[in-house]
């Protein structure tokens, strides 16, 4: 019997092992932007499955695209220049994120060249915020072949020369933001919407924050903490990113969800405003789910959030809402990517005395003692891991990738599948009728209240 959840059903998440009368097959995505591969879990026939995921949805043509973003023109039209004259900066997020900004820039870009901007005069801003970049090889698969010679930007927020001051938010937050932003004549955002634990739903003016001076980031950072994923739109800390966008002039927002295969599956254009608020019902549909808090072994599949390590608390969310002696597994892509991030500062003062650490090696020292514990406790008693936190199953390595770490995050990696059920068959009972939740794109999710929707497949 199966387990499987109406409320964005996969096709056939569940199928008998072709190898193994006594298996089920569950079929993942994993690497995105490194491989953009698909791997199959085998879990014994007798457990009953049930596998969250996006609802099905078809990818939008290249003609149904290029509709959509054609509507960019329209705010070119009060400019007292000449269009060849114009200078335009368009910001997207970086490759820690699923928005497939390779099948949207070029149309928007043809949009722009048709109507006589020259390409010379178009920025385009990566939003990498505190995320330490330092490979452009994972970014340039996000971004695809630019036909045009356009600039691409990657700003480093503790490089404050890059940054310009233009005034201060309602709230008292003074603004520092790249000058390549504020020297243009006509600002677009190209942003994925998906549930996000501080602003509710990402999107809209929300990128923005990735191309502030880290003073910035942190001050309005730090005036905020955690929401509920897939909640409210009008928190706090949206309106503090509306009055961003609004002090530098986002003229465009491209709002963009995806389906389970990382494509364009809608877009929402126009006013950062009700585009994303349009954007936000439409993923409400999308991406909610009825996590199970009753389940024994929950499966968190960290894709098309699988890039950066410093982004799988995204994916961990579905963990909180099961039963305290769940057994929790994390499937996530080790690529040559790591990503991690600037530590938040608010003064030069607070950079110094960060600094000072990190050269004194106390910081790494700290981490060191943390790990090894954790470590020692783990091969004293292999069961802690699984009452105390979570496991790492890594399907693929990027070829490139010399990393094979044991701990990711103090908890435990594993490599063998077939090694992981197998401790698993061990903790709970090799002949129990235990109940497993597969959260497939478990970033991409969030948790809806009912739990009505969920019916048996035999």
């Given amino acids: 019997m199966r387990l499987v959840n109406e409320i964005g059903r996969m096709k056939e998440p569940v199928s008998p092992h072709p190898h193994n009368p006594r298996s089920v097959s569950v079929t993942l995505q994993t690497g995105s932007w490194c491989s953009d591969s698909v791997v199959t879990l085998a879990l014994p026939a007798h457990w009953d499955i049930t596998v969250h995921d996006m609802q099905p949805r078809r990818a939008l043509s290249e003609e149904e695209i290029r509709v959509h973003i054609g509507g960019v023109r329209t705010i070119l039209g009060g400019h007292d220049q000449p269009l060849d004259r114009c200078k335009i900066a368009i910001v997207v997020d970086d490759h820690s994120r699923p928005t497939p900004v390779n099948q949207l820039l070029v149309p928007l870009l043809d949009a722009l060249v048709e109507i006589g901007i020259e390409p010379s005069n178009i920025k385009i801003l990566v939003a990498v915020g505190t995320h330490e970049f330092d490979d452009r090889r994972v970014l340039d698969r996000k971004l695809g072949m630019i036909p045009y010679d356009v600039e691409v930007i990657v700003p480093d927020c503790c490089e404050y020369r890059q940054f310009q001051y233009c005034g201060e938010l309602p709230s008292g937050v003074p603004v520092k933001i790249h000058k390549a932003l504020v020297e243009a004549d006509s600002r677009i955002a190209i942003s994925g919407v998906y549930p996000h634990d501080e602003v509710s739903f990402s999107g809209g003016a929300k990128i923005l924050i990735g191309i502030l001076a880290l003073e910035t980031i942190s001050r309005i950072h730090r ?70 808090p009753e389940a024994d072994i929950v499966i968190a599949n960290a894709y098309p959030m699988d890039t ?77 891991k699984w009452r105390t936190g979570h496991i790492v199953f890594v399907p693929f390595v990027e070829s490139s990738s010399q990393r094979r770490p044991a701990l990711i995050d103090g908890a435990p990696v594993e490599y063998d599948w077939d090694r992981v059920v197998g401790d698993l068959l061990q903790h709970v009972g090799a002949h129990e009728r235990v109940k497993v939740s597969v959260y497939r794109c478990a970033p991409m999710l969030f948790p809806i209240q009912s739990s009505s929707e969920s019916r048996n497949v035999g």
């Fill in 223 to 292: 005036r905020h903490g955690l929401v509920q994923r897939g909640g409210e739109v009008d928190t706090a800390f949206r309106r503090d990113l509306e009055d961003l966008a609004e002090l530098v002039g986002l003229h465009y927002s491209i709002n963009c969800l995806v389906n389970q295969d990382k494509q364009v599956a809608a877009l929402h254009c126009g006013d950062f405003r009700s585009a994303l608020r349009a954007a936000v019902a439409d993923a409400r549909q999308a991406f909610g789910t009825v996590a199970d």
């Fill in 308 to 384: 950066a390590l410093c982004v799988l608390g995204k994916s961990r969310w579905c963990f909180k809402h099961a039963k305290a002696q769940a057994c929790r597994v994390l499937v996530t892509a080790l690529c040559d990517c790591p990503l991690g991030r600037v530590p938040l500062a608010t003064s030069l003062r607070e950079r110094f005395l960060q600094a000072v650490k990190r050269l004194s090696g106390g910081t790494r020292l700290k981490r060191w003692l943390r790990l090894n514990r954790r470590r020692n406790a783990l091969r004293r008693d292999p069961g802690l």
